[in-house]
């Protein structure tokens, strides 16, 4: 079934650069569906921080400062995604999104016409789905949400019975899945105290819920004008985002698990606070990618690091059955139109928020 209009509206990134990289279209091509593929009337989109790395280039080995949103001076051909494949241009990113199936392919459930669904940000291969090596980000190896119109897989789309709207639902996918990835790897579980770095942003605050929802115990660190809004993510302890001697702050916890997604200069003195035999599980680097290990303190407190960027196919799942059963909430900070995607942006870099950032069509 298809009947879609022949061009929609977008917003496309046309190389690595600077926020003039976008360029606003009236009249891109409408995706048409393959054989297995559905059409979704995108109702919403967040914003995240691959979209900005990927546009900037950081994710490239060229690149060693922190995050900043803006462009570099060399950005390696070969590795500047998430995925660590080169991008092709023009690309439409946006991976968080949220809106109802218009269209399917020959092959595709025409039931799924008419629902509200959610996308999986990892599109996998079909063929052999565990392959890591085989899978792509949404908005990065292939066009995402940015637009009125998207395409995904049948099998990477899971439809959501929720009273949220659009663009709070459209605050859960690439933040909690990640998290919920994080977690898993650490093995998270009710006898762990978690400390949680960075949160107040989208991973931070869903690192909160769903650590707490393992029954561990979280430690929050934030600006202290973020304080409250961290507090409505229910940790039991919420610290400065940068206190003078950490390891001193926390004498009387017992640290097992770090999750980080924000590195930089603090990354010893966050590794300083695991017990013996604590883990660190690790899925960002914006406060910089660069940092220094005393092998030492690795080895003889028997300490277990873990990445973790592809997540398992249950992740997806699961965390759409939370979202159902309201054991997690969002945290949905602004919403733009697509074409401020700019703008909102600007908003997401400046880190003044709690939460996520939403742009809708």
Same mark, same amino acid.
């Given at each position: ?42 109702? !919403? ?23 900043? +949103? ?8 070969? /590795?500047? &995604? ?22 399917? +392919? !020959?092959?595709?459930? @025409? ?13 996998? /291969? ?9 899978? +792509? ?9 940015? @637009?009125?119109? &998207? ?7 899971a439809p959501i019975s929720s009273d949220l709207s659009d663009a709070e639902l459209a605050t ?11 977690? @898993? ?10 400390? #949680? $770095? ?35 993510? +229910? ?6 985002? !940068?206190p003078d001697d950490l390891h001193a702050t926390l004498k009387d916890e017992r640290i097992t ?11 010893? @003195? ?18 910089g990618p660069m940092v220094t290990l005393d092998l030492r303190t690795l080895y003889l407190r028997?300490? &277990?690091?873990?990445?973790?960027? #592809? *997540? ?10 939370? *979202? ?5 909430? $969002? ?31």
């Amino acid at each position: 079934m298809n009947d879609l209009p022949p061009r929609m509206r977008a917003m496309v990134l046309m190389r690595h650069g600077d926020l003039d990289a976008y360029e606003w279209h009236e009249d891109w091509p409408t995706p048409q569906p393959g054989p297995m593929d559905v059409i979704i009337k995108v109702a !919403a989109c967040g914003l995240n921080n691959t979209d900005v790395n990927t546009r900037s280039g950081w994710y490239s080995k060229a690149v060693s400062e922190a995050t900043t +949103g803006g462009s570099y001076d060399t950005v390696g051909a070969d /590795d500047p &995604t998430w995925g660590g494949a080169p991008i092709t241009f023009p690309r439409i990113q946006g991976v968080d999104v949220v809106g109802h199936v218009v269209a399917v +392919g !020959a092959e595709a459930d @025409a039931s799924l016409i008419g629902r509200r669904v959610l996308v999986d940000g990892w599109q996998r /291969d079909w063929s052999d789905p565990d392959n890591k090596d085989k899978t +792509g980000y949404f908005g990065s190896e292939c066009d995402g949400g940015y @637009a009125e119109y &998207t395409r995904a897989d049948m099998r990477d789309v899971a439809p959501i019975s929720s009273d949220l709207s659009d663009a709070e639902l459209a605050t859960f996918q690439c933040s909690y899945s990640t998290a919920e990835g994080m977690l @898993a790897r650490a093995n998270v579980g009710p006898d762990d105290t978690v400390l #949680v $770095p960075g949160a107040s942003g989208g991973v931070g605050g869903a690192l909160i819920q769903l650590a707490k929802r393992r029954g561990a115990r979280v430690i929050a660190m934030a600006s202290e004008a973020k304080h409250a809004d961290v507090a409505r993510m +229910g940790p039991d302890r919420i610290l400065p985002r !940068a206190p003078d001697d950490l390891h001193a702050t926390l004498k009387d916890e017992r640290i097992t698990v770090v999750a980080d997604v924000v590195g930089g200069d603090q990354w010893p @003195a966050l590794i300083d606070t695991l017990e013996r035999g604590g883990r660190y599980t690790i899925s960002g680097a914006i406060a910089g990618p660069m940092v220094t290990l005393d092998l030492r303190t690795l080895y003889l407190r028997d300490l &277990t690091f873990t990445g973790s960027t #592809v *997540i398992p196919q249950q992740v997806f799942h699961d965390l759409v059955g939370y *979202i159902e059963r309201g054991e997690v909430k $969002p945290m949905l900070a602004a919403t733009y139109k697509l074409e401020q995607l700019r703008e909102a942006q600007v908003a997401f870099i400046a880190k003044k928020h709690t939460g996520n950032i939403v742009v809708t069509p």
